[in-house]
């Protein structure tokens, strides 16, 4: 199995080895020698994007809808700097990805030398882990365990920076089989003595709920068939983070829709009325808890997952089990049905009465209108038309990635791709791009905002050029309404350096990139108009011209509780119809 | 230089205030890691990122055939956020080990130090006095000067940095704790 060959050729054969087929990446002179491998090993498919941020992106769009490791191959310098926010954007979001950089030679390192930069330094703080390789002895080992380091336990980025000598340099490969982490080897089979402790508060709770997160997903498409089975014997309602969207399914009877600040009514009340709350793979973001001080009060709470720093950060839990969610879930499936517990069932109709109590308040309502498209509207014809077919949804940030949580169904996992802990404008185009590479006769949305398809646009020139039919669904406010939606609420509607001044004409860009351009602003034509953007068989930007001041709702202002929520227009919890009184100064403060 | 508005006092973490308490105690923290190129970097940059803080710090290879560093931090916090530190170090890919010595038991800290006091006449003689008296070396001597060795805990150390500043204290340097559990286990 060990062979001898130069640094570069070891890269490329450690990709195959690892099963990878695709990379993404950008050359430059520190990668040289390791683009002169590819060229020679055709196994190894290199789409080029147009900017390196965007091959972090597609990585990530790639190893979210594929449950693979997503890879990228950057030159030094600039190119690893550029690379650094979609690092960033996959730490956040636990998603594995290994980030080949090139760095000057060994003897140059630390002189200053022409794009040179301390890319472990840089990227120390947001990778999982990063090496940088001084000897070619090391290269194999570093190339098959950073792979490892990336997919096993909480999953993120690696980063391996070779210097071009070691690019150059002839040495022994060893194949991936012998490569045991000596340190990094972590839990995933929870505790059996907890597991048992949380069936039985399970079958004791009155009030309970599933909160589930990207940990589910994380965890393979088996964790997700084994939550929907554990949901459906406990007959247990369940919500989730933006990241778990998909592993229950939103046509699922037990679906209380996504929590958190643009969550329903009902999964927010639900979680702070809760007497049991299950948190599997989620971490309790800000985002999710509002008001620390005043989430969830009476509860008791449960937390599954794999890392175990996630336990106890935020909100202190009753009971933490680490372990990965597939294996944690599997457990709870076999003894809950085993030691023959029982949901309380008369207690739990009284929950779901109290839910549907809530769920009348039709949180996700909206005004629609004849005139103008509304977003919310367009979200939920784009779903119509496109839920039967198989499609996979990227977001940018904003409004619009808001409105599609809340109003596309997912029903299963790794359908949905949105940069939530970082909140990436500029993630969806490329991630579309990842996963189209992944799937390749799936139909692929970005659904995007007109300020936010600006930051990476570039990439319709990577569509073009592999013929990944992408969509681009912008929802054309001509404001970056969420940042616009906050000076309402904060700022006395003072609308400052909001406004999208100087548009391009999505159209003629999209022409001008040798894709179709679409533009549709009357709600009558929006359905034809959608069908023909799906009958393309090319990139598409679609330019859905909406109501320019709607807001998203339903909110949980900041410093506020879950029960404290903004309804859509009139309705609200607490009587405030003035909207720039509803944050005090406190929540100000906070993002 | 604006010298005119006292700066702020720093605040406290985040990440501890979101588990208020005022019950903040100081904790030593044994890591065996990897003694690879970075992995103090690593260390240190998780306490600078997080807005956890170093009262003390010592770090030296301590198996060299496995390349292996024991770090030994003393810090202060809550016993939840300390609890989050470890399990954040934990995290760290080339950290073997953890063990929070305070939470484990009774444990020993020593640490050295280098006094170096300048006088003549009886503030030299009252030095050397109290040096015996604290069990220290001289390592150093000129007519007009003493450089004593100290090892003990750190507040036997600052006890006796405070004695020998009327009788001529230069400078001091000192390694930090180096800490190790009592009874016949390892860490
Ligand atoms: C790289 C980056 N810069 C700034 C922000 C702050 N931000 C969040 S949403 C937003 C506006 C997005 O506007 P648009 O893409 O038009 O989406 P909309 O909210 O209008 O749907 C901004 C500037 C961000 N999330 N990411
Ligand atoms: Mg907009």
Redesign the interface.
């Known amino acids: 199995m060990s062979r001898q060959m130069t640094g570069a050729e070891m890269v490329v054969a450690a990709l195959e080895d690892q099963g990878v087929d695709t990379i993404f990446g950008y050359p430059g002179g520190a990668v040289l020698p390791i683009y002169d491998a590819l060229f020679q090993h055709p196994n190894v498919k290199h789409v080029l994007v147009r900017h390196e941020q965007g091959a972090g992106h597609a990585a990530e769009g790639y190893a979210r809808s594929s449950g693979k490791v997503g890879v990228l191959l950057v030159t030094s310098g600039p190119g690893a700097t550029n690379a650094v926010t979609a690092l960033t954007d996959a730490l956040l979001d636990s998603i594995p990805l290994v980030c080949i950089t090139g760095q000057v030679p060994t003897h140059l390192i630390g002189s200053d030398a022409f794009q040179e930069c301390d890319t472990t330094g840089i990227t120390r703080h947001c990778t999982k882990h990063n090496y940088l390789v001084r000897r070619i002895e090391d290269l194999p080992r570093i190339l098959h365990e950073a792979f490892w380091v990336a997919s096993h336990g909480r999953p993120g980025p690696v980063v391996i920076d070779i210097p071009k000598d070691v690019q150059f340099a002839s040495g022994t490969y060893v194949g991936p089989q012998n490569i045991v982490h000596r340190t990094y080897q972590p839990v995933v089979k929870g505790e059996m003595d907890r597991i048992r402790q949380a069936v039985a508060m399970m079958a004791a709770a009155k009030r309970p709920v599933f909160y589930t997160g990207g940990g589910v997903i994380n965890a393979g498409p088996e964790a997700s068939k084994l939550l929907r089975e554990l949901v459906a014997l406990t007959g247990f309602p369940v919500t989730s983070t933006l990241m778990g969207l998909g592993a229950y399914p939103a046509s699922g009877p037990n679906w209380l829709g996504m929590l958190g600040m643009h969550g329903t009514y009902e999964a927010n009340h639900v979680m702070h009325d809760c007497d049991l709350m299950i948190a599997v793979g989620a971490r309790f973001d800000d985002r999710i808890t509002g008001r620390l001080d005043a989430f969830s009060p009476g509860s008791q709470k449960i937390h599954i997952d794999i890392d175990p720093s996630s336990i106890n950060k935020v909100v202190k839990v009753d009971l933490g089990i680490v372990g990965d969610c597939g294996f944690v879930l599997d457990d709870m499936v076999r003894l809950w049905r085993s030691e023959g517990h029982g949901a309380d069932r008369a207690a739990l109709a009284d929950w779901w009465e109290r839910i549907e109590g809530w769920r009348r308040r039709n949180s996700l309502g909206f005004t629609n209108s004849r005139t103008t498209i509304k977003p919310q509207h367009a979200i939920r014809r784009l779903y119509e038309l496109t839920k039967d077919r198989d499609t996979y949804i990227t977001t940018e940030v904003g409004q619009h990635q808001m409105w599609a949580a809340q109003h596309y169904g997912f029903d299963k996992p790794n359908r949905w791709m949105t940069s939530g802990g970082l909140g990436t404008m500029g993630y969806g185009l490329p991630a579309a791009i990842g996963v189209q590479m992944a799937h390749p006769g799936a139909l692929v949305i970005d659904v995007a905002g007109e300020a936010s398809i600006l930051m990476n646009m570039q990439e319709m020139s990577t569509a073009l050029q592999y013929r990944l039919p992408v969509k681009v669904f912008i929802l054309n406010n001509s404001y970056m309404g969420m940042v616009r939606q906050w000076q309402e609420l904060l700022h006395g509607s003072r609308y400052s350096e909001s406004y999208s001044e100087a548009l391009p004409d999505f159209v003629k860009l999209a022409e001008a990139y040798g894709g179709v351009g679409i533009r549709c602003d009357d709600p009558g034509e929006l359905d034809a108009a959608i069908l023909r953007m799906i009958d393309t068989p090319r990139p598409v930007i679609f330019d859905c011209v909406v109501e320019r001041e709607e807001n998203c709702f339903p909110m949980i202002p900041s410093g506020k509780a879950h029960n404290e929520m903004l309804l859509p227009t009139g309705i609200d919890d607490w009587g405030a119809p003035d909207l720039g009184a509803v944050i005090d100064e406190k929540g100000k403060m906070l993002v | 230089m604006n010298a005119l508005t006292p700066p702020p006092a720093s605040p406290p973490s985040p990440?501890s205030s979101?588990?208020a308490t005022s019950n903040t105690e100081p904790h030593t923290l044994s890591v065996l890691v990897?003694n690879e190129?970075?992995v103090l970097?690593?260390v240190v940059?998780l306490f600078a990122?997080r807005g956890y803080n170093i009262e003390s710090l010592t770090v030296a290879e301590v198996a060299h055939a496995e390349h292996q560093s024991r770090i030994t931090i003393v810090t202060s916090g809550t016993p939840?956020a300390v609890?989050?530190i470890r399990?954040?170090l934990?995290?760290?890919?080339?950290?073997?080990r953890v063990t929070d010595l305070t939470i484990k038991g009774h444990f020993v800290e020593r640490e050295l130090a280098m006094v170096k006091v300048r006088g003549k006449g009886e503030n030299r003689m009252e030095a050397l006095r109290l040096s015996e008296a604290f069990r220290g070396r001289v390592v150093d001597a000129t007519t007009e000067s003493f450089t004593f060795e100290l090892t003990g805990s750190p507040s036997k150390i600052d006890q006796f940095v405070e004695l020998m500043r009327p009788v001529g204290l230069v400078e001091v340097s000192r390694t930090g704790v180096a800490a190790i559990s009592r009874g016949p286990d390892g860490m």
């Open positions: 990440y979101a588990l990897d190129p970075g970097a690593r940059g990122g939840e609890e989050q399990h954040q934990e995290r760290l890919v080339p950290v073997h």
